[in-house]
């Protein structure tokens, strides 16, 4: 993309003002020259303003699917609007896919219009209200986000529902969530992503005996959910049964290497399965991938595979040097592996680091311990 | 059927197959040997022409000018066939407008079954075209100072208050490339697109109040060239040099920067100007290094002679 050059920017102003009442396909145009001239906003406004015309032409939701990205490489010039109808076929116009791919890139603004657009269109009616309604609850806008999950409570949506659960459950009423599920449930037999959502907040909500029948039934109806793996494996972690949660974590891994516990489900309209976006985006993921490999590897040692529960705490650290959980139990499975000076090592690193914590007084309890057993053995 | 390009022509050769109603292939070698293009003629019109007009190259021009990327859900075969086929005809004329003026070269027609292929052009209509376009060329060229004129914007007031305009993507790629800098001959060139087409919309978008064109810079060669006929080689040398400094690309400017070094008796400098010429216009090497031995010639013999 060319760098701005001098007096770009009054160029792209005066002839966004000349055009200010022209077509789609002209609006869409003048947003691919304001990009070019390195104008992105008035790019960006150009943009939203063709595809909120009748007959916008493809190429501007294209267009703005990129600028919403912050990209301006590779957009498209529109034809005429003959052209552009010959080449859009009647399917071609999709605010809602443009709205969910904004939405998923975080332009909340862009996803905003586009749902609007959507909705006014006519078009996935119910879609397009469930991401408006998601997005509210994203940007913390109680009032609009009730108002539109009013609007589509009544439809016969496992992905309403879902979002609708989920959205209790991220303001503090889980249990709320949970009986909105449970109710739910019974139209939507055999839906892994309401069972592995009620599984999940069963599980969080210190019910794991009652995540688990949820999890396996999610899991029965899709092997291939990723989250409900992890989330079977952290349930059987709690209730003690680590050979079951080894086995469940294991197959979690197989699907995924990153552990997403919560995501929205956006339906974009073009068939298929729906869009998963994750309301915390990376930080939350590493997060719960993190406490996943830990009830891994707490069931690797209390199964006594040491060499597995080495590794996968091990992969914590890698991340996170200095994860109090991760280098106390390392050095509990460094210990029992007679490795003691190596677990001295990580004990006093968590004793200093974590000197108020509880895993702090046993780890300096443990590192006394080893500290004789380190002498014993050198002296052996 | 084959033979040598200035011998029959293009032109002829088209006309033949065309009067005869013939279908083969027909290769066609230029002036680089090394790119020849292949036609394909059916009952005497030519329905294919690669690589120009080959799907790989109409595919690479849709994304070129903006009309498609890569990615497969906007990509050039989401087109409509009205579209892609219309540029592919472009492409097509275009390269062989080109073709028509070869002089040197050949060509080698095989006899023999052709099925229909994406053109349908007439060579006649081709001709006829060609030199429509030409006549449209030195029209525009009268007007556009002989395509030198710079286009630039207008001012903001008037760019804000003229009336409204539709414009099509050629006249957006055209507004995106104005710099103030580059004339309508370099605009064409950098948009790939006929200098009759470029000047024509350059017109449009002038008289649309959109663009405005400025004065074209003296030409440097005009001058120099009526300076070497006046015998003022070092005058000319003068304003030669002052343009290879500004622009050392300039080809022809070094090659009459040599010139005008031989006229002035200065062999020695002929010699370092044609070595930048062969650098700046590789396409002239040969005539280049023509030049330059025939001036070493002339330094050995001035030497011997002073010895």
Partial sequence: MTAPRPGDAAVVAALAERLAAADATTLANLGWFAARRGATSAALDATRRAVALPSAPRSAWHNLERLAAGRTDRLLLALSAHDSALAAGPSAQHPLAAAVASHAEGALAVAEACYLAAITSGEDEVAAWNGLAVLHEERGERAAADAAWARVAAWESAAVVHDCALAWHRRGETARARGFLKA???????????????????????????????????LAADGTLARAHFTLGLAHERLGAHTLA????????????????????????????????PPERSAGTAE???EVLLALGRSLLE????????????????????HTAALFHRGVVLAKLRRYADA????????????????????????????????????? | MHGPLNEISLVEVLQLLQRGGRSGTLRVTGPDPTTPRTLWIREGRIVALEPEASDLALDAGLIARSLATE???????????????????????????????????????????????????????????????EM???????????????????????????????????????????????????LAAALDESLDTVADRVRSLQAAAILQLAVAPPDV?????????????????????????AVPGDGDAWRMLGLAEVGAGRFDRAIGAWESWRAADPAHAEEAVSLTRAAQTMVEALRESRD
């Fill in chain 1, 344 to 380: 001295l090592a990580d004990w006093e690193r968590v004793g200093s680091t974590d000197s108020e914590g509880m895993l702090g007084a046993m780890s300096r309890r443990h590192a006394h311990s080893a500290r004789e057993l380190a002498a014993l053995f050198a002296v052996a």
């Fill in chain 1, 303 to 322: 199964t006594t595979r040491l060499g597995e529960a080495l590794v996968v705490f091990d992969q914590v650290l890698v991340r996170q040097p200095s």
């Fill in chain 1, 288 to 290: 719960a991938t993190d």
């Fill in chain 2, 221 to 245: 060669s005009l001058e120099a060239r009526a300076a070497i006929e006046a015998g003022k080689y070092d005058d000319a040398a003068a304003l030669l040099r002052a343009r290879v400094a």
């Fill in chain 2, 71 to 133: 990615d497969p859900e906007v990509g050039p075969d989401r087109l409509p066939a009205v579209v892609r086929e219309a540029l592919r005809t472009r492409l097509a004329s275009a390269a062989l407008g080109t073709m028509l003026h070869w002089s040197r070269g050949r060509f080698d027609f095989a006899e023999g079954a052709v099925e229909d292929g994406p053109l349908d052009l007439s060579p006649d209509a081709l001709v006829f075209e060609v030199v429509e376009a």
């Fill in chain 2, 136 to 186: 449209r060329r030195v029209d525009l060229g009268a007007e556009l100072d002989e395509f030198r004129a710079v286009p630039c914007f207008a001012p903001s007031e008037q760019l804000r208050r003229s009336h409204p305009v539709g414009l099509d993507p050629l006249d957006w790629r055209l507004l995106d490339t104005v710099d103030g800098v580059r004339n309508v001959a370099s």
């Fill in chain 1, 184 to 218: 739910s449930l019974p139209r939507f037999p055999g839906s892994a992503v309401l069972l592995q959502l009620a599984g999940y907040l069963a599980h969080i909500d210190g019910a794991s005996a009652a995540a688990v029948p949820l999890l396996t039934a999610s």
């Fill in chain 1, 246 to 277: 080894v086995e469940a974590t294991r197959r979690g891994l197989q699907c995924s290497p990153w552990f997403v516990p919560e995501v929205w489900l956006l339906d974009n309209g073009r068939g298929g399965d729906p869009i998963e976006i």
